[in-house]
């Protein structure tokens, strides 16, 4: 199967600063970028979508403001959690699709705010 | 009533068991079946991929699909103690732009 990478894949960080994690495509082009959260036991919850070159499509409830998605090449999206607070703690796990249905995700990134 | 309704478990059964598990859904308009496999603080990983209804196999896992009783399965034969994991069933209507409808998944242990 294709190859999806994150990076961090752990970072701590003080309430108030921002944190950026990235999601790469190593393998293929991916065309559409997909961006989720994870609570422990709980399923995946989408936050956004994002096409390569246009803005990000984010789910109700998602403050775009502050998870700031920028999918500028069609191997990389970035996902930035501005002025982090300790609710925004989670697990944030990004996926990728080419030109088929598949999508494949990444290994996720624990976010800690502190 | 959600769109995808999947038991959360956990099943446990013994190692070399058949395990079956099992998602239904509401909306006809899903054409895309995926079986995603994720360990504890790991990010899924796509198992099975199926279009419409039939069935496919790889190695020890066997999906099918019915989308007249829209019903669908995944199989796991010879079950590993490394099998042990929760199993998310997902799915796509056409013309979704690829989103994926995920069940709540289903816990899995395998005992040695």
């Known amino acids: 199967g294709a190859v999806v990478s994150q990076h961090p894949s752990w970072v701590i960080c003080k309430s108030g600063t921002s944190v950026k994690i990235e999601c790469r495509s190593l393998d293929f082009q991916a065309t559409t970028m997909f961006w989720y959260r994870q609570f422990p036991k709980q399923s995946l919850m989408l936050m956004a979508t994002s096409n390569e070159g246009s803005k990000a499509t984010y789910e109700q409830g998602v403050e775009k403001d502050k998870f700031l998605i920028n999918h500028a090449s069609l191997t990389l999206s970035t996902l930035t959690v501005t002025s982090a607070h300790p609710e925004d703690s989670s697990f944030y796990i990004c996926?990728?699709?080419?030109?088929?249905?598949?999508?494949?995700f990444g290994p996720g990134t624990r976010l800690t705010v502190t | 009533q959600k769109e995808v309704e999947q038991d959360p478990g956990p099943l446990s059964v013994p190692e070399g068991a058949i395990v079956s598990l099992n998602c239904t859904y509401s909306?006809?308009?899903?054409?895309?079946f995926m079986w995603y496999r994720q360990y504890s603080r790991k990010g899924p990983e796509l198992l099975m991929y199926t279009y419409s209804s039939g069935n496919k196999e790889d190695g020890r896992f066997t999906a099918q699909v019915d989308k007249s009783s829209k019903y669908i399965s995944l199989f796991i034969r010879d079950s590993q103690p490394s099998d042990s994991a929760t199993y998310l069933c997902a799915m796509i209507r056409e013309d979704s732009s690829y989103k994926l409808i995920f069940g709540s998944g289903t816990r899995l242990l395998v005992r040695p």
């Open positions: 996926s990728a699709t080419g030109q088929t249905y598949e999508q494949y």
């Open positions: 909306n006809s308009a899903f054409q895309y």
